[in-house]
């Protein structure tokens, strides 16, 4: 049983193209996070939702935008994809907000050419 | 503001044992993390220490916490090949329950 599943795991696309990666858990757990991994493997947090709220938004480009439908998806959309946006992508859930007990998808990779 | 700091590179033989070291700078964290990447994968949590600990076991795994100097360190005992990966330090921002993270120490296995 995949406990947080995202789609796709490869994204290779053109510079300007708008894309979609879907984010799955289920664990049951009521926060989401959105995370940017760059070449240097680098972690930075990009956006949390706790029961389908927003409520960490880093700086981001607002070509980046999170939906979340209901409190077992988060998606995340990408308009006018940039060079600079290739990376890999991890979404992540935690049980509650205060838990810092962090379960990790497999990541997306995106690459823009 | 808060910061977690860790050397890019860890080379042991195989059946040594591995010291990854990391520092912080967040004083008041609860927690602090070790988080452990493989290839091509997700991180998963490997272990965490109370931060009122100074020391924790488990298995092949023995984190130690020294609060005064900010100094965090992972040591992992009879290192095998399969521990090769990439070990993330994180620690908790109480103010807002955010993981900073540090910028992962990458373990190489010489045979």
């Known amino acids: 049983d995949t406990a947080v599943s995202q789609t796709p795991k490869y994204l290779v696309t053109q510079m300007g193209n708008d894309k979609s990666i879907k984010c799955e858990q289920n664990l049951g757990h009521d926060t989401m996070y959105w995370y940017k991994q760059d070449s240097k493997k680098f972690l930075k947090i990009m956006f949390s939702?706790?029961?389908?709220?927003?409520?960490i938004n880093e700086t981001v480009p607002n070509r980046f935008s999170p939906k979340s439908p209901d409190k077992a998806h988060l998606n995340l959309h990408i308009n006018s994809l940039e060079l600079g946006d290739s990376a890999v992508y991890f979404c992540?859930?935690?049980?509650?907000?205060?838990?810092?007990?962090?379960?990790f998808g497999p990541g997306t990779r995106l690459t823009v050419l | 503001g808060e910061d977690v700091e860790q050397s890019l590179f860890l080379s042991v033989r195989e059946g040594d044992s591995s010291v990854i070291n990391c520092t912080y700078t967040?004083?008041?964290?609860?927690?602090l993390y070790w988080y452990k990447q493989e290839p091509g994968a997700g991180l998963q949590l490997l272990t965490y220490?109370?931060?009122n600990m100074d020391m924790k076991q488990d298995q092949r795994l023995t984190v130690l916490l020294n609060k005064k100097d900010k100094h965090l360190s992972l040591r992992i005992a009879d290192t095998q090949t399969g521990d090769s990966a990439i070990y993330f330090c994180?620690?908790?921002?109480?103010?807002?329950?955010?993981?900073?993270w540090g910028a992962g120490t990458k373990l190489i296995i010489k045979p």
């Open positions: 994180a620690e908790s921002d109480d103010s807002n329950y955010q993981l900073i």
């Open positions: 992540a859930s935690s049980q509650r907000w205060e838990y810092n007990e962090q379960f």
């Open positions: 220490i109370f931060s």
């Open positions: 967040d004083s008041s964290s609860t927690y």
């Open positions: 939702y706790n029961n389908k709220e927003l409520i």
